[in-house]
């Protein structure tokens, strides 16, 4: 008898959606254009009630090939887990990536945890040669993104 390794498979199928395809999720260049896609796809009823955990996925044109909610939280904490995001990355080809949460508390300012959290995002992507564009930190009316402040 040969030695079998069975093991339990995950299949995955990629369908280019249309919805994909408007203008508004084309060059997302800077983190203005971010802001407004996650404003675009953010169940935003929820914004100031609870944390959420978002992701876009570009190609090398920065046109999004995918989004994902990541994690729900609660009123001012959230678990993030960077396997989601990355194996999301890689289902759907994209080559970077740009990250958002927001704080129903309505202070921009990042958490220690926010902190570490993009340090651990940027390693992985290294690894993965996925790219990091920028985390954005969401409240109601305004955002602070971590490359615009150098924090990336």
């Known amino acids: 008898m040969k030695n079998r390794l069975i093991a339990n498979e995950l299949r995955i199928s990629y369908h280019k ?3 994909l395809s408007i203008e508004a999720f084309k060059s997302i260049t800077n983190s ?10 953010w169940d935003i009823d929820e914004m100031d009630v609870r944390e959420s955990f978002y992701a876009l996925y ?4 920065l046109d999004l090939v995918g989004y994902r909610k990541i994690a729900d939280g609660g009123i ?21 990536i740009c990250v958002a949460h927001n704080h129903p508390s309505g202070t ?4 220690q945890a ?3 959290l993009t340090r651990k995002m940027i390693e992985a992507g290294k690894v993965l040669d996925i790219q ?8 109601g009316e305004s ?4 490359r615009d402040e150098g924090d990336i």
């Open 17 to 19: 959606k249309q919805e």
């Open 132 to 139: 990091l564009l920028d985390h954005l930190i969401l409240t």
């Open 114 to 116: 926010d902190r570490q």
């Open 108 to 111: 921009l300012r990042p958490s």
């Open 143 to 146: 955002y602070y993104s971590f």
């Open 76 to 96: 001012d904490a959230i678990h993030v887990d960077i396997r989601l995001i990355m194996s999301s990355a890689l289902l759907c080809n994209a080559i970077r």
């Open 58 to 61: 570009f190609n090398n044109k």
């Open 32 to 41: 203005s254009l971010m802001d407004g896609v996650f404003r675009m796809i």
